[in-house]
């Protein structure tokens, strides 16, 4: 296990400013999206979207110092004809957990004092023929240091084809790593993207990993970086498919019901939301995941 010092401020900089770069290529394949649509949905013939982004900070008197006790980002959101509501944040912030919080991430029962930065990716297509999709990777560092992350898909009608090139994507990035990621960090997911409450998984699944500190940094790090890529690669893929499709009011409803899901999981189970709250994130880039409609039968 590598120790902290593998996580001091040269890595940090180095993290975050990969983030941003990731962020920077999401926004452009999926603006390509909006540039590309000609279908016959009822949603072709407005304009395409593009992302606007919003920058924010946990203390405006504070400066961008990483080793600061400060922090912030940039929301960017795009709102268009094939994207409804697409969201691309990167974060990094500083601070102390809360007393309640603190015993609950590794590294912070004795010292409260975090690092944390990422991008985190929420797409809820116009279309419900389009699926809809999250992604995010992230750096933290307490006594401890690690990476998480991962990607998945939640189609309201899943498509065999999008479902085996989704996971066969992230097989190849995590085989190039260690051949036992993919089996791991995909039951992994369907463990957690899981709503006890209605005894069904929220999609159709992908990777979810978090804690990892293989005790080499930069390996690690590769690997990460190749989750963001591989998402880059695989969902504007799939979303150019279906994007074109017509859709009927049955199918729509059908989406505002699966979107209800989304916002359950999200609001109820997810510990990246409570993160963020916690830690004195941006209440609007944390709740960035909800949909712009859902409704419940």
């Not at 941003?20 to 009822?42: F, I, K, W």
């Not at 898909?153 to 989704?166: H, I, R, S």
């Not at 409803?253 to 409570?274: I, M, P, S, W």
């Amino acid at each position: 296990m590598s120790t902290n010092t593998d996580y001091g401020d040269g890595h940090k900089k180095q993290a975050s400013a990969w983030f941003d770069t990731l962020r920077d290529d999401l926004c452009a394949a999926l603006e390509a999206c909006e540039d590309g649509v000609h279908g016959p949905n009822p949603t072709s013939a407005g304009d395409a979207g593009r992302f606007e982004r919003t920058a924010w900070r946990r203390d405006e008197d504070g400066d961008d110092d990483l080793g600061g006790n400060h922090g912030g980002g940039v929301m960017s959101v795009l709102r268009g004809r094939v994207f409804e509501k697409a969201g691309v944040n990167v974060s990094t912030v500083m601070g102390e957990f809360s007393e309640e919080f603190r015993d609950r991430i590794p590294g912070a029962k004795d010292d409260p004092r975090f690092w944390a930065s990422g991008v985190s990716v929420v797409i809820h297509p116009c279309s419900p023929l389009v699926p809809i999709a999250h992604m995010n990777t992230r750096m933290i560092v307490t006594t401890q240091g690690w990476f998480g992350g991962g990607g998945d898909l939640t189609p309201v009608f899943p498509v065999e084809e999008d479902t085996a090139n989704f996971h066969q994507a992230y097989k190849g990035a995590c085989d190039k790593y260690d051949e036992g990621y993919h089996p791991k960090f995909q039951q992994w997911c369907d463990d957690y993207f899981y709503l006890p409450h209605r005894g069904e998984t929220r999609g159709v699944g992908g990777i979810f990993y978090d804690n990892l500190n293989s005790g080499d940094w930069d390996t690690d790090f590769a690997f990460t970086q190749d989750v963001g890529r591989t998402f880059l690669q695989a969902y504007p893929t799939i979303a150019r498919r279906h994007m074109d499709k017509d859709w009927t009011d049955a199918q729509r409803h059908a989406q505002l019901v699966k979107r209800g899901r989304y916002v359950e999981f999200n609001l109820l189970y997810d510990r990246g939301t409570t993160f963020g709250l916690k830690t004195g994130g941006n209440t609007e880039a944390i709740l960035m995941s909800m949909p712009p409609e859902a409704r419940w039968p």
